[in-house]
């Protein structure tokens, strides 16, 4: 039996490979709190690695597949998370007691009302946590379907083909790269989280 850790990307390929993909981008692109906790930017990114890797290397991805499931799980899951927004509205988003939940939407609500919907989404996609809020909370701030599938859609294709193809490009580039996949991971999840700080820098400045 496999122990699988559905925090830890490497767990999630070794056992699921793309399948894996495809799940928890959905979950990570809308499922409240359960896919708070999930991998994404440190997983697409190592799984585009591996797709370059030796044929010896397991678990074996195809680039095809990782992608076509990428964008399936980060589109697909963008628009149930709308849907869930939208037909449960606030008191859904307010009902978890998690201050990082709280926190998040918040920063998801102030990137709608600065960028406007169409950057907010696009841009949203880039910035962990706020990317599991932004779609459930566009679907209860009553952002047009339209406008919303048609943004959300360009942000996800963006997000989840860029690092895929990145993690690709590397492991095509430098050999045997697949064996600092840790460090490469611990970097990737460094970058992402700038935009948090920078955001959190920038509340801390503004006067009160």
Known sequence: MIAVDPTDSASLLAAFGALGVLVVTF?????????FFLPGDTLLFPAGVLCAA???????????????????????????????????????????????VRAAVARAERLLAR??????????????????????????????????????CVGGLLWSQSLVLAGYLLGSSVAHVDAYLLPLVAALLALSLLPLLAEAHRTRKRPR
């Open 27 to 35: 979950a990570e692109s809308g499922l409240l709190v359960v896919g």
């Open 115 to 152: 960028y406007g919907y169409g950057k907010a989404l696009v841009i949203g996609r880039f910035v962990p946590m706020v990317r599991t809020v932004l779609h459930p909370a566009a679907g209860a701030l009553g952002v047009p379907v339209r406008t919303f599938t048609c943004w959300q």
């Open 54 to 100: 030796s044929a010896r290397h397991v678990p074996r991805l195809e680039l095809w597949q990782v992608l076509v499931c990428a964008a399936v799980g980060a589109v697909a899951g963008a628009q149930v998370g709308y849907l869930l927004g939208r037909h449960g509205g606030r008191p859904l988003l307010a009902r978890t007691s998690s201050r990082r």
